[in-house]
Each structure stands twice: as C-alpha cells, then as structure tokens.
C-alpha cells in the first residue's frame, strides 16, 4: 500500500467495553510499533514488534492492554475493559530494519 | 533513557515571520534526532533528521534544524513562515545503536496569524 493505514479512524466506547485497533503496516516492513498520544501530550511508546515477534511491550500501561501481529503484517492492539484514562489518538508506524519509521493517521479513542 | 524538552507550548507568528521552535534532549546514549510535524486529524510527517555528519540539516516544506551537543539542543527554524505552516511539531530522539522506540517531546503547537 502507499502507506500506513490504520481502522477504524474514529472508536467511541463506553466504559468496560474491549475495543480492537487495527494496524495495516507498509508491505514489507518488518519492524511495527504502537504509541499512545493522549490529548496535548506527545506520542508514547506502547509496544514493538519485530516480524510477528512482539520484543518490547514495556509501554503497555496495563494488562488490559495486548497487541499481536501473527503472520508478521497486520497488528491488533486489544484493549479490554476500557476505562476513561485510555482516551487518546493510538498511533501505528512501521520501518524497514533500522529505517524510518513511518506514522499511520492514527485512530481516536474516547470512551464515555 | 532518553529525555526530549520543548519548552514552547504554543508560538505565535506573524505570516512571513521568522520562527524558531525549541528543543533540548538528555540522554546517556548518543541519539538521532527527529522533528515531526502533525497536521489536525493527520498522524506524523517527519520533517527532518539528524544522524550524522553536518550539523545543519535540512528538510521539507523550508525548514531546517541545527544539532548542538554541547548544548544539547536541535532547534527547528524557517525564515519566513505560511498559514499553512500552522501545526503541531513534535521533536524526538532514538538512541543510535538498538532499534528505534522513539521519545518524543510533548510537542509545540505553531499558530501563524494572517
């Protein structure tokens, strides 16, 4: 594809609802992440992936929060029991190995 | 680990004005910098990037940054700025060596009045 694409744009959920956010990376990118960019912050680090290997999810804030990417393409960050502190813009990037890393339009989460 | 300061909120400018948007890092590790820019309801344009080698930098759209380590700073900078420069701009760091989580700062939002 010409870039990265993320689904859906707009999520509104209420509150101990599970949401899943779609990631579609650049074709043949092989490393993807996931950032949280709550409103007036910058973007911050959720979770990496590898291929299908997630190597780092330090940035995950809770164990309500889970991503994968099984077949090492698409990725899905689940978020379960969504509370009102996980409303923000959920930012998806993929790169090429040591590459720069390019952002998809983001989705917007609000959960009520 | 890794730190990113913009200590400029919001910087308002005049059109063809000249601006400069702020930014300090910290970090234990030699980085790569980065500034973003962010257009509403858009996700992350990279504007530019240090990595290595001269330490001014160019990028698009006019804009260009200068890398200073002894200060630890990249500021961003155009000589004469449009309305349609009027964004959020994000600078960030990734440390060289490992892969690259990025650390952003909370970003600056740039109003160019008319």
């Known amino acids: 594809g010409a870039g990265v694409s993320q689904s859906p744009r707009y999520k509104v959920a209420k509150r101990g609802q599970d949401v899943a956010l779609r990631c579609d990376p650049i074709?043949?990118?092989?490393?993807l992440f996931w950032y949280q960019q709550a409103l007036g912050q910058g973007p911050e680090f959720l979770t990496y992936?590898?291929?299908?290997?997630?190597?780092?999810k330090s940035g995950l804030p809770s164990d309500r929060f889970f991503a994968e990417r099984p077949e090492g393409s698409v990725s899905t960050l689940k978020i379960q029991r969504t509370q009102q502190e996980d409303s923000a813009v959920y930012l998806c990037?993929?790169?090429?190995?040591?590459?720069?890393?390019?952002f998809g339009p983001g989705t917007r989460l609000t959960v009520t | 680990a890794q730190s990113v300061t913009q200590l400029d909120s919001q910087v308002p400018v005049f059109e063809e004005a000249p601006v400069e948007l702020r930014c300090n890092y910290s970090?234990?590790?030699?980085?790569?910098l980065f500034w973003y820019v962010q257009y509403p309801n858009q996700g992350l344009q990279l504007l530019l990037k240090?990595?290595?080698?001269?330490?001014l930098v160019k990028g698009i759209n006019g804009f260009e940054a200068e890398f200073n380590k002894s200060q630890t700073s990249f500021h961003l900078r155009k000589p004469s700025v449009h309305i349609s420069d009027t964004a959020e701009y994000f600078c960030?760091?990734?440390?060289?060596?490992?892969?690259?989580?990025?650390?952003f700062g909370i970003g600056t939002k740039l109003q160019v009045i008319p």
């Open positions: 960030a760091v990734i440390p060289s060596g490992g892969y690259q989580k990025v650390t």
């Open positions: 970090s234990s590790v030699s980085v790569y």
């Open positions: 074709s043949g990118h092989v490393s």
């Open positions: 240090y990595l290595s080698g001269s330490t």
């Open positions: 990037a993929s790169s090429a190995p040591r590459g720069e890393q390019y």
């Open positions: 992936f590898q291929n299908e290997a997630q190597l780092d």
